[in-house]
């Protein structure tokens, strides 16, 4: 049970909870009928699968040097992939 100043603050709280700043336009401009979506973390490219599975092989066979580019190489190439925006014409997508 509350105490009659914490009712009251509550009471405040959810009376003012609807009155709160609203969030800032978007300034990035989007083309008509085109949204953007992140990408599928479950769906790697090709390249980026066979970077991890070659990075795996050369580590196991005692090639760390060229092991460890190959796999910085393929992080990195994932971070790009993953941050790269995809853009989307509204269209479904078949699959």
Same mark, same amino acid.
Do not use: C, K
């Given at each position: 049970?509350?105490? #009659? *100043?914490? *009712?009251?603050?509550?009471?405040?709280? *959810?009376?003012?909870?609807?009155?709160?700043?609203?969030? +800032? +336009? !978007?300034?990035?401009?989007?083309?008509?009928?085109? @949204? =953007?979506? #992140?990408?599928?973390?479950?769906?790697?490219?090709? +390249?980026?699968?066979?970077?991890? =599975?070659? @990075?795996?092989?050369? !580590?196991?066979? &005692?090639?760390?040097? /060229?092991?460890? @580019? !190959? &796999? /910085?190489?393929?992080?990195? &190439? =994932?971070?790009?992939?993953? *941050?790269? +925006?995809?853009?989307?014409? &509204?269209?479904? @997508?078949?699959?």
């Amino acid at each position: 049970m509350l105490s #009659s *100043q914490e *009712q009251h603050v509550w009471d405040d709280v *959810q009376r003012y909870w609807e009155l709160e700043a609203e969030e +800032p +336009p !978007v300034l990035v401009p989007v083309a008509a009928g085109r @949204t =953007w979506r #992140s990408h599928d973390p479950d769906d790697l490219p090709l +390249p980026v699968v066979a970077g991890i =599975w070659i @990075t795996i092989a050369l !580590v196991l066979f &005692g090639v760390m040097a /060229v092991g460890l @580019t !190959v &796999g /910085v190489v393929t992080a990195l &190439g =994932w971070a790009l992939w993953y *941050q790269w +925006p995809r853009s989307s014409t &509204g269209r479904p @997508t078949e699959g």
